[in-house]
């Protein structure tokens, strides 16, 4: 088991890991839009989905991997009338790749953001 860490995206905000790798897959820790600097983007569900994914891009490369070799994502929104905003980023991260992926409505996310997201990938 491997712990992966960046500086170009945020630490930790608990005591977890950005990512782990085991067995050539690639879990990564739930990324909301913190800046790398780890100040938080209090944006809308465009701005935030796009600083989330830009994070994940960045651990996944610090992994030696990439939003290609991405098999599966968990979609955490705090509200689904941002379904259809989220999917628009979304599909500009994941153009022709288009990886499992589940949506779960929650009640509140940390530091109130909009959108979670985290994935399981290949190495």
Known sequence: MTIVSTSNAPQAIGPYSQAIIHNGLIYTSGQ??????????????????????????????????SLSGVIKT???????????????????FFDNHKPARTTIAVKTLPKNALVEIECIARV
């Open 32 to 65: 909301i839009a913190l800046k790398p600097d780890g100040s938080f983007l209090d944006g809308d569900i465009t701005a935030q989905t796009k600083q989330v994914l830009q994070n994940l891009k960045n651990v996944l490369e610090a992994a030696g991997s």
């Open 74 to 92: 968990s979609v955490f929104l705090s509200d689904m009338d941002n379904f259809n905003e989220l999917n628009a980023v979304y599909a500009q």
